[in-house]
């Protein structure tokens, strides 16, 4: 679903600040393994991913690590940059082609100052973070590789076909042998 359509029918924003806000949003097209954002930059913008699959990722140990994956109709923020105006240490890579739409937050903080439904748009952008921040901790800290790997099957079964099986892995915490053996057990 494309950006406007879906403020318009999720946060019921009038007509005016959905002018407003298609005037400062810039829609882009990007091709499997762009890099939308890259770790340790700076980035002012929310992305709305209309249609296709990204990840978020951060490096350690020269490596890169899966943090999340975002598929339609979802929100991507470096939330570090986008609020407290620092470097983020996770980039956002496209893992398939992918159409975003790039908003720049300073847009919807002045709208926001103005208008208790875009307030609600920040509040959604917040707590699907904070969700997918204390989710992925809670998952990490307390389930096996098993559970982790059943509970994406159950819950987003559609990135187990969508994204490769090295970023699967790394986002489960695991090697891609330990999940080719828990893929072999199911």
Do not use: C, W
Not at 112 to 139: D, E, K, V, Y
Not at 163 to 184: F, K, N, W
Request: net charge neutral; glycine share 4%.
């Amino acid at each position: 679903m494309l950006l406007i359509p879906y403020l318009k029918t999720t946060f019921g924003l009038t007509d005016d600040l959905l002018e407003q806000v298609e005037r400062v949003a810039v829609t882009k097209t990007y091709a499997k393994k762009d890099t939308i954002l890259d770790a340790g930059h700076y980035s002012r913008n929310v992305f709305f991913i209309e249609h296709g699959l990204v990840r978020m990722f951060y490096y350690k140990s020269g490596k890169d690590i899966t943090h999340y994956f975002f598929s339609e109709q979802t929100f991507a923020a470096g939330t570090e940059s986008v609020f407290y105006h620092k470097k983020s240490m996770y980039g956002i890579e496209a893992l398939e082609p992918s159409t975003i739409t790039l908003i720049p937050y300073d847009a919807i903080a002045e709208l926001a100052s103005h208008s208790i439904a875009m307030n609600r748009l920040i509040q959604t952008i917040l707590l699907q973070a904070l969700i997918g921040f204390s989710t992925r901790l809670q998952s990490l800290q307390f389930e096996t590789a098993q559970e982790r790997y059943q509970k994406l099957m159950e819950q987003h079964p559609d990135i187990l076909l969508r994204a490769p099986l090295g970023d699967i892995a790394s986002y489960l915490g695991i090697s891609q042998q330990t999940l080719s053996v828990i893929r072999s057990q199911r």
